[in-house]
């Protein structure tokens, strides 16, 4: 079995409570693309099963 470095783990983490902390506050689809593939990264080199954000909120206007 294939493990992940401990501390690639720790940066992916700190890197999705960051993201998601940014979204929280200053929502963007940007932020929220870089959260969703921090997301399915740490999920992948986990070995979990991830669900990818369906259901977004509405993109602030002005952004893509």
Known sequence: ??????????DLIER???LSRRLATHPSAGTARRLDNATYTLCVITGTR??????RDP??????
Do not use: D, F, Y
């Open 16 to 18: 999705c409570e960051t």
């Open 50 to 55: 991830c669900r990818r954000r369906l259901n």
């Open 59 to 64: 993109v602030p206007t002005g952004e893509k």
């Open 1 to 10: 079995m294939i493990t992940a470095h401990p501390s690639l783990l720790r």
